[in-house]
């Protein structure tokens, strides 16, 4: 990808919407070799003006999650299905999305992570390629083809979910949970850090 440098965008004007919209590229965190990726939506206003993926409450209910699980936040990589916020916080579109897959393509090919975890249903229909019930299906593992390798995804809640329906806090910790024993050391490798 030539607007790639390692798994960094440095440029992109592939979607005029969202380039009028964003105030920076927002390109995915942690190790480079992780076990676990983590894939959103798109980054909201938060993650725009800091320039990280998960960085609101989104981030924190997801934070929490990882730590109860026995990982914390650096242990994990975490990206979007889109590197630009959309307008007003709207889904991206699926040029939008289909104009930044192949960046994700080359950054789930670089990590090759043992699992992808999707939160919601944005990252959970774009990498399975069909209609999925996330909540009925989150904590389901998929094997599916991504760019010539078959990868193992995992399906999950929003953690926004979370905050406006308790209910789907269970849901959303049980899959993170279950991601967790895909991590290297079963999920137990950072406990030492709490
Ligand atoms: N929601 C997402 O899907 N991605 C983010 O980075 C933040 C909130």
Redesign the pocket.
Known sequence: MDRMDGLCVTDCTRCPALVESRTQI?DGVGPADAALLFV?????A??DEQG?????R??TVLDDALRDAGLAREDVR????VRCRPPENRDPTSEELANCRGYLDAEIDAVDPAVIVT??K??SEHLLDRDVAVTGEAGELFDVPIAGETRRVLVCV???ATLYDRSQAETFESAVRRAADFADGGGQSSLGDF
């Open positions: 927002v959103g939506e798109g980054p909201g938060n993650e990280e993926p998960f960085v609101g989104s981030g975490i990206t979007n299905c939160l919601g944005v990252p929003h953690p926004a």
